[in-house]
């Protein structure tokens, strides 16, 4: 059972302790290019977003990004090179799609995409309920 009565001003002034919540820091095994993208997503969300077991998804989230910005440089390169051939431009855009697939399906797993934090109540629409031709 607990005490009677009331609890002593002196008590309840006790402040607790609380857990800080820090932002985690970037994987030693990224480049320093993948670490500032590690920074910049981190810093973007609330401190207790990535948990100790995201922070895979999330290295490699920034690995895919890093190389997905070094395949857009090639893609560009090659586009502005009157040597390229058709096979070597299919090839660079098929490996810009893969890093986009592989950064829209982390994102969207790590819940940082604009697709998880839609809000169908916020939703763009033509007001009348109708349609936007009908008169």
Not at 6 to 27: M, Y
Not at 84 to 102: F, H, I, P, W
Request: hydrophobic share 30%; net charge positive.
């Amino acid at each position: 059972m607990g005490d009677r009565g009331r609890t002593p001003a002196a008590e309840l002034a006790i402040a607790s302790v609380t857990e800080i919540n820090r932002r985690p820091e970037p994987q030693d095994d990224l480049t320093p290019e993948q670490a500032a993208e590690w920074v910049a997503v981190v810093n973007r969300l609330p401190s207790d977003w990535f948990p100790r077991e995201t922070h895979g998804l999330l290295a490699q989230y920034c690995r895919h990004v890093v190389c997905g910005r070094e395949v857009a440089s090639l893609l560009k390169e090659a586009m502005g090179n009157p040597d390229t051939s058709v096979n070597d431009l299919d090839r660079l855009l098929k490996m810009q799609e893969r890093e986009g697939r592989a950064i829209s399906s982390l994102a969207t797993k790590m819940r940082i995409s604009q697709q998880t934090t839609y809000d169908k109540s916020k939703k763009k629409g033509t007001g009348s309920g109708g349609r936007p031709c009908q008169m």
